[in-house]
């Protein structure tokens, strides 16, 4: 039986060894929804920064998301976060999409690092020392703290985006695939925030355009009906 990871400096440690000073924790959210965007958060912690208790964000409560969310930007050296929206999700792919949004919070770091822990199995497109690491948000303390930062700032983003879009329980769900969620996809049809590349908005668009379809043929059939039956129709 494989034993669980522990959250902590290890990681951190052996990229010092090899000379690294500055190092990232890099990691993302949103792969998994059929709404809004993929974010990332990149962050450059201090060497043994006092952050009892984080660890994975999904292992964590809200409230202690929240919490640590603010004592990571209090600490951090740098922290940045990005997003890649919706079309370009559709356009290249949701692991490219999280790659780049990786990759631009890596970018907006106030800091340049020199060795970056990314969670996951990819590596980025960036001109340093890299390591991936599956489960790597229950493993380094660095990308732990990205995880959190990258979690809370979507999950926000999504309650506001619950009043721009009401009735689909964005703020609840956060957009993943729950029944509220394709319940409410099935009833309203799919925003312009919907990923058009995800399977279930694609089959909700196809069954809308199929009933627009059907809409339109019958109203020409009406029409055509009400000319036919006019006096002097031929």
Not at 136 to 144: H, M, Q, V
Not at 156 to 183: F, T
């Amino acid at each position: 039986m494989a034993r669980a990871p522990v959250c902590g400096w290890k990681l951190e440690r052996a990229a010092r060894r090899q000379g690294a000073l500055r190092i990232a924790g890099l990691d993302e959210v949103g792969r998994g929804p059929m709404f809004g965007p993929v974010v990332a958060a990149a962050v450059i912690l201090p060497k043994g920064c006092p952050l009892d208790g984080l660890n994975d964000s999904k292992k964590l409560t809200e409230k202690a998301r929240n919490q640590f969310d603010g004592e990571i930007r209090a600490n951090a050296i740098a922290w940045a976060i990005a997003a890649v929206d919706v079309e370009t999700i559709d356009r290249i792919n949701i692991r490219n999409a999280s790659l780049l949004a990786m990759r631009r919070a890596v970018e907006q770091l106030a800091l340049s690092p020199d060795y970056l822990l990314i969670d996951g199995l990819d590596t980025i497109d960036w001109p340093c020392p890299q390591q991936a690491v599956v489960q790597g948000d229950a493993t380094s303390l660095s990308i732990a703290a990205a995880s959190v930062l990258a979690k809370v700032h979507r999950d926000r983003m999504l309650v506001e985006l619950d009043r721009e879009y009401p009735g689909y329980g964005l703020a609840h769900h956060k957009g993943y695939c729950s029944l509220e969620h394709l319940d409410a996809l099935a009833r309203l049809g799919p925003t312009p925030l919907h990923r058009k590349s995800y399977r279930p908005v694609v089959q909700m668009m196809l069954n809308f355009s199929s009933h627009a379809a059907l809409e339109t043929a019958l109203e020409t059939i009406a029409i055509d009906t009400l000319e036919m039956e006019k006096p002097g129709a031929a």
